[in-house]
């Protein structure tokens, strides 16, 4: 049987996390680890919904060891909690607060973590096939799907992601992030990517930028910061001193490359992208400030097909399709067109809705905005809605300034000005929230009738 | 707005613009709560909201502020914060 390693190269006494200015040691960890997964229930599958990144961890990697596998749901949604718990009824739920899922036992991870005594420092072997996680799509290109992912894949995806961006674990980097462990980037990103390099992470989750700044000064001197374009837009716009960093990796949504441009001025920085999508995990990256094209990490390949391309990997079972329209521009490297899901038929002309917001979006003003093709409507051609924020801009203004970047086929009927999008804690918009939103501001707008 | 200070009326005005909510800053009631049940804001909405409070105020809110809770809690509590804060 095929094994991989939980951690990278770590020595007892190395620095494995940092609460604050302290350090926890990877011997401390391991303990942890132990001393819960010979206490964690018999169940098969778990809900980890420890908020706290070290302790999440820690079950997580018990979880493992015990061979449970982790559920990652995509929100905390009581309907969607309840669709995946109904198809996963052998389950638990790992918490460190007042969190709990209707209908599960509860587990409260700090009712070992005060007692854990020291274990002998033997970092436990994974065997590669055993499924870790079963990460659920977020919903945007329809009903929330489960992948499962098996531990080689996810030592994988870490391993090729941090060659690329030339981790050593002799660096000594810490890693800060700004986004939630408990979906894929964020495990990914914020904990498989330092612990299989042997690396530290720092537990915090900061949102403001002057937490970014508190995090990153708590850190050891080398740092990176794994982030959203959302807090590096709030970082540029307060404009505020930060410690040094070795380079930001920014994902969950496009970057503009004149965002990038500013962050990498303020933070005196490189700022790359990480390109992915649940069913594969992460598969490629690029400096953003140096142009569109994105390069393939290492261990991945495409597979060519009469109307799309799928990427094939040593760690994936079967092909997975792309989920976007990509014009290739070398054999590893590509350009993203726009996703397969978003495309949208108005009156015979077809459209890209990724590219009627990314239009959108360059409005001067619009700071945040989206286009829904709501579906189909038998009683007239059916227009796209979109929702908008922009202080300070009329609905007339920006479908004036719209129409002269867009075939006015696609102008939406109604644009709706509104103070937020409804993202998740991930930064995404499912379309089920933005139909949603639709049905609320028809009701207001009879309403006012 | 009986028994609002001038410095709440203003910050009032600060969250409906901001955030861009379709309500009077004058239905802000001082002491409901913002986030949550209250006003329904939520961390988007307050990362949104500090960046327009430092650059009004010079107030940077954190969140390792053993306060920040409480100083969020209500537009009363938060003009309190600001005025302690505030350097500009």
Redesign the interface.
């Known amino acids: 049987m095929n094994t991989a390693a939980l951690l990278g190269p770590y020595q007892p006494e190395s620095a494995f996390a940092w609460i604050g200015g302290s350090p926890i040691t990877c011997h401390r960890f391991l303990s942890e680890v132990a001393t819960l997964a010979d206490q964690l229930p018999e169940n098969a599958t778990v809900i980890n919904l420890v908020e706290d990144r070290f302790r999440f961890f820690v079950g997580f990697a018990a979880a493992l060891v015990r061979g449970q596998t982790t559920l990652l749901p995509p929100g905390r949604a009581p309907k969607v909690l309840a669709q995946i718990t109904n198809d996963h009824a052998n389950s638990y739920c790992l918490i460190d607060g007042q969190g709990k899922v209707e209908g599960l036992p509860s587990f409260h991870i700090l009712s070992t973590y005060r007692n854990s005594k020291e274990h002998q420092f033997v970092v436990p072997q994974i065997p590669t096939k055993q499924i870790a996680v079963v990460a659920f799509t977020s919903g945007s290109t329809g009903t929330p799907r489960p992948n499962p992912k098996t531990w080689g894949s996810l030592v994988a995806v870490a391993q090729h992601t941090g060659a690329r961006l030339g981790l050593s674990p002799t660096d000594n980097v810490t890693v800060v992030a700004t986004v939630p462990h408990q979906h894929m980037f964020g495990l990914e990103a914020s904990l498989l990517l330092p612990t299989q390099f042997g690396l530290p992470f720092h537990t915090g989750r ?6 970014i700044r ?1 995090a990153l000064g708590s850190a050891p001197p080398r740092r990176i910061l794994v982030t959203t374009p ?2 590096i837009k ?1 970082c540029v ?2 404009k ?1 001193q930060f410690p040094k960093i070795d380079f930001i990796l920014s994902a969950t949504a496009p970057l503009p490359i004149a965002l990038a441009q500013q962050a990498e001025t303020l933070f005196d920085t490189k700022v790359f992208e990480v390109y992915g999508f649940v069913e594969a995990g992460s598969v490629a990256t690029r400096r953003t400030v140096a142009g569109d094209s994105w390069q393939l990490l290492d261990g991945i390949s495409f597979a060519k097909h009469s109307d799309h391309y799928s990427l094939r990997a040593d760690y994936l079972r079967e092909p997975v399709p792309f989920p976007d329209h990509i014009s290739l521009q070398g054999p590893r490297t590509f350009f993203l067109q726009s996703r397969h899901a978003d495309l949208v038929n108005i009156a015979g002309h077809r459209g890209s809705l990724g590219d009627l917001n990314r239009k959108l979006n360059e409005i001067e003003g619009v700071q945040d905005g989206v286009f829904l093709f709501p579906g189909q409507d038998e009683r007239s051609i059916t227009r796209l809605t979109a929702f908008v ?1 922009a ?1 300070g801009k009329s609905a007339d203004q920006i479908l004036s300034d719209l129409r002269t970047v867009i075939n006015p086929v696609f102008l939406p009927r109604p644009l709706y ?4 999008l409804p ?1 998740n ?1 991930t930064g995404k918009l499912t379309r089920e929230s933005l139909l949603e939103l639709a049905r609320q501001l028809q009701c207001e707008d009879h309403r006012g009738l | 707005m009986s028994g609002v200070s001038p410095l709440e009326e203003e910050v009032a005005k600060l969250i409906v613009q901001t955030l861009n909510l379709k309500i009077d800053p004058v239905q802000i009631q001082p002491e409901q709560l913002l986030f949550g049940k209250g006003l329904g804001l939520d961390s988007i909405d307050a990362l949104e909201l500090s960046l327009a409070i430092s650059q009004s105020y010079g107030y940077h809110i954190r969140s390792d502020d053993p306060e920040i809770t409480a100083t969020l809690a209500s537009l009363r509590s938060l003009c309190t914060s600001i005025q302690k804060n505030r350097t500009k």
Do not use: G, K
């Open positions: 900061p949102l403001y930028p002057e937490d508190s959302l807090h709030a716009t307060e505020t924020v202080p000005l509104v103070p937020i993202r804690e």
